[in-house]
């Protein structure tokens, strides 16, 4: 199992350009979340999808979009990406409801100038 | 606001010792709480989570409790070897999706 992967590792955007974040798992998992971690401040829940086919804003959701694609994919769209969405971005997925923990993708270094 | 709180941020010590992280959280009402490890420039390793109706799990050398009376909880890594090296993470569910995290304290083991 690769369980949680993310693509691309590593980006640079220009302010304005948009572009997408890709999270699959092979865990048979419903739930999928999208974070940022940022210094100083932890890490912090962008949108979350509880199951295929819902989505559900977190903590820090403006000026991103997702889509839960199918059961094992989630991706993360910025549409224009400003300066202050520089980070480190992390996927996770957990089964569904309960006392179950979450599993995290390597990350995604994202760094707009 | 339900704030998680992780001290000292940073700590050094020499392989060999017993050693206490500590996290804190200001709402009591918490669903489970799990920490992480994280190697400089990786993802998130779950080492242990702890339902509320528990009050602690171990794995290995590590052993994880819980007060949710006093909001704490608190990592024991025994015998601590340079491996160990890394920032722990502590995370809070305050229900089966909801994760506050807290800030992290990055541990060094020294030979």
């Known amino acids: 199992n690769a369980g949680v992967t993310q693509t691309p590792k590593f980006q640079v955007l220009k302010t304005g350009q948009s572009m997408t974040l890709q999270c699959a798992q092979d865990?048979?998992?419903?739930?999928m979340y999208w974070y940022r971690q940022d210094p100083g401040m932890g890490l912090r829940l962008i949108y979350y999808?509880?199951?295929?086919?819902?989505?559900d804003k977190g903590e820090v959701p403006n000026g991103y979009n997702v889509s839960r694609l199918n059961k094992r994919e989630f991706s993360l769209r910025l549409e224009s990406a400003a300066p202050s969405q520089t980070s480190v971005y992390f996927c996770?997925?957990?089964?569904?409801?309960?006392?179950?923990?979450?599993?995290f993708g390597p990350g995604t270094r994202l760094t707009v100038t | 606001k339900q704030e998680v709180t992780q001290i000292p941020a940073a700590l050094s010590v020499p392989e060999g010792e017993n050693l206490v992280l500590n996290c804190s959280f200001t709402?009591?009402?918490?669903?489970?709480l799990q920490w992480f490890r994280q190697d400089p420039g990786k993802g998130l390793t779950s080492l242990l989570l702890?339902?509320?109706?528990?009050r602690e799990q171990t794995s290995g050398r590590l052993n994880a409790s819980l007060d949710k009376s006093s909001g704490r909880s608190t990592l024991y890594i025994a015998a601590s070897q340079p491996g160990d090296s890394a920032t722990y993470l502590c995370?809070?569910?305050?229900?089966?999706?909801?994760?506050?995290f807290g800030t992290g304290t990055r541990l060094q083991v020294f030979p």
């Open positions: 996770a997925s957990k089964v569904a409801g309960g006392p179950y923990e979450q599993y």
């Open positions: 865990m048979n998992h419903n739930s």
């Open positions: 999808s509880a199951s295929e086919g819902t989505t």
């Open positions: 709402d009591s009402a918490i669903y489970n």
């Open positions: 702890i339902q509320s109706s528990q």
């Open positions: 995370a809070v569910f305050y229900n089966t999706d909801k994760l506050i």
